[in-house]
């Protein structure tokens, strides 16, 4: 899978830009805010169809603007491809084309670009609170399985409307009408959350563990452990049984919810512990250890795409290497020899005479 060329009109701070890329490394080099993030932005992009940075459609949009245009070809699946997207300033729904025709969701998009980013966030994702290691999964699960997406987003849907009913049944006692309804419909949906979640994290951790292994030279042994609804006694049992336990607790915490107006049942509290041994790195792991796991879960997520999809992923790594000290920058680099990679810095470095260097500033293209 490669990355031919990028056209972009009017999105972030580029008026115009167009660029074609190396087939291995391409080095994005300029000063801070002149743009480089969001060229890997727009790439993201055209890849899952939303933003990693921002749910506002309007501020991917230059300022002034009543749209943008992003395009790009790409080689994958055998053959050169065309993916486009339109975003609109006010309510207007974006347009997404892929090879020139347009289609009606992002559900479109896995497996003509697929990607893989790396940003200095993701250092301390094993750090902080669960949101960024469900989105970590939900990320990967969403360019290997189409019908992923589909349920997720459809549970995000029962769940908002589950919350506003939760959160106003005081004032309108009706609203507690069609809340079975909804528990049942978050139940179905969110046991095939739980089911892939649960597989992913075993892939993702046995894959993560070799990563490190190799790095601490045999020293430390990572491991993950997935954690969902408390009645699912094991998340790997056939759905209809996720779906009955998911249940039960609903049921369980029914008053609960009602007392508090939160939605405090479901798989949108899922969560993953790393471990080495048998220290868990959240609490316990030093800065260098919670790094090199959180390195270990990034090339694993990319070795798991490309067993899946039979073809290399495209790495965006946005100005990570510059947060890491020689020996992991050393070992990124030694993981990253076959493939496709986008590399943002503000200096050359160790980046010499390595793939194709483009220049940007002030939204603009220097060189080449």
Same mark, same amino acid.
């Given at each position: 899978?490669?990355?031919?060329?990028?056209? *972009?009109?009017?999105?972030?701070?580029?008026?115009? @830009?167009?660029?074609?890329?190396?087939?291995?490394?391409?080095?994005?080099?300029?000063?801070?805010?002149?743009?480089?993030?969001?060229?890997?932005?727009?790439?993201?992009? +055209?890849?899952?169809?939303?933003? #990693?940075?921002?749910?506002?459609?309007?501020?991917?949009?230059?300022?002034?603007?009543? $749209?943008?245009?992003?395009?790009?070809?790409?080689?994958?699946?055998? /053959? !050169?491809?065309?993916?486009?997207?339109?975003? #609109?300033?006010?309510?207007?729904?974006?347009? *997404? #084309?892929?090879?020139?025709?347009?289609? &009606?969701?992002?559900?479109?998009?896995?497996?003509?670009?697929?990607?893989?980013?790396?940003?200095? !966030?993701? +250092? +301390?994702? @094993?750090?902080?609170?669960?949101?960024?290691?469900?989105?970590?999964?939900?990320?990967?699960?969403?360019?290997? /399985?189409?019908?992923?997406?589909?349920?997720?987003?459809?549970?995000?849907?029962? *769940?908002?409307?589950?919350?506003?009913?939760? &959160?106003?049944?005081?004032?309108?006692?009706?609203?507690?009408?069609?809340?079975?309804?909804?528990?049942?419909?978050?139940?179905?949906?969110?046991?095939?959350?739980?089911?892939?979640?649960?597989?992913?994290?075993?892939?993702?951790?046995?894959?993560?563990?070799?990563?490190?292994? %190799?790095?601490?030279?045999?020293?430390?042994?990572?491991? +993950?452990?997935?954690?969902?609804?408390?009645?699912?006694?094991?998340? #790997?049992?056939?759905?209809?049984?996720? $779906? !009955?336990?998911?249940?039960?607790?609903?049921?369980?915490?029914?008053?609960?919810?009602?007392?508090?107006?939160?939605?405090?049942?479901?798989?949108? &509290?899922?969560?993953?512990?790393? $471990?080495?041994?048998?220290?868990?790195? &959240?609490?316990?792991?030093?800065?260098?250890?919670?790094?090199?796991? %959180?390195?270990?879960?990034? *090339? %694993?997520?990319?070795?798991?795409?490309?067993?899946?999809?039979?073809?290399?992923?495209?790495?965006?790594?946005?100005?990570?290497?510059?947060?890491?000290?020689?020996?992991?920058?050393?070992?990124?680099?030694?993981?990253?020899?076959?493939?496709?990679? @986008?590399?943002?810095?503000? !200096?050359?470095?160790?980046?010499?005479?390595?793939?194709?260097?483009?220049?940007?500033?002030?939204?603009?293209?220097?060189?080449?």
């Amino acid at each position: 899978m490669k990355l031919l060329d990028l056209q *972009l009109y009017d999105f972030r701070n580029y008026e115009k @830009l167009d660029v074609s890329f190396d087939p291995g490394v391409n080095l994005i080099l300029g000063e801070n805010a002149q743009g480089k993030t969001n060229l890997l932005e727009a790439v993201s992009y +055209l890849s899952a169809g939303k933003s #990693f940075r921002t749910a506002r459609t309007q501020e991917l949009i230059r300022f002034g603007c009543d $749209f943008a245009d992003l395009n790009a070809n790409v080689f994958s699946l055998g /053959r !050169e491809q065309s993916i486009r997207a339109v975003l #609109f300033a006010g309510k207007r729904p974006r347009q *997404l #084309f892929v090879g020139g025709v347009k289609q &009606k969701s992002a559900a479109a998009l896995p497996g003509i670009l697929t990607t893989v980013l790396f940003c200095p !966030e993701d +250092l +301390l994702v @094993l750090k902080g609170g669960s949101q960024p290691r469900r989105k970590l999964l939900d990320n990967a699960l969403c360019q290997l /399985r189409p019908g992923y997406a589909a349920a997720l987003a459809e549970y995000g849907r029962l *769940l908002d409307s589950k919350s506003r009913i939760l &959160k106003d049944w005081r004032e309108k006692p009706d609203l507690l009408e069609p809340l079975p309804e909804y528990n049942y419909r978050l139940a179905q949906v969110g046991a095939i959350l739980i089911a892939h979640r649960a597989r992913y994290t075993e892939a993702l951790g046995k894959a993560a563990a070799d990563y490190h292994h %190799a790095f601490s030279a045999g020293r430390e042994a990572l491991r +993950l452990s997935y954690h969902t609804v408390s009645t699912v006694k094991d998340p #790997f049992a056939a759905k209809s049984v996720l $779906f !009955e336990e998911i249940l039960a607790h609903q049921e369980a915490h029914y008053r609960a919810e009602l007392d508090s107006g939160q939605c405090l049942t479901g798989p949108h &509290k899922d969560d993953f512990e790393a $471990f080495l041994g048998d220290i868990p790195v &959240k609490a316990f792991g030093s800065q260098g250890q919670t790094r090199t796991a %959180a390195i270990s879960l990034k *090339l %694993a997520e990319r070795e798991l795409l490309r067993r899946d999809t039979g073809e290399e992923p495209v790495l965006l790594l946005d100005d990570v290497l510059s947060e890491l000290d020689a020996a992991r920058q050393d070992f990124v680099l030694n993981q990253i020899t076959s493939g496709q990679v @986008l590399i943002t810095c503000c !200096e050359m470095g160790q980046f010499t005479e390595i793939g194709k260097t483009i220049e940007i500033r002030a939204g603009g293209l220097v060189c080449t």
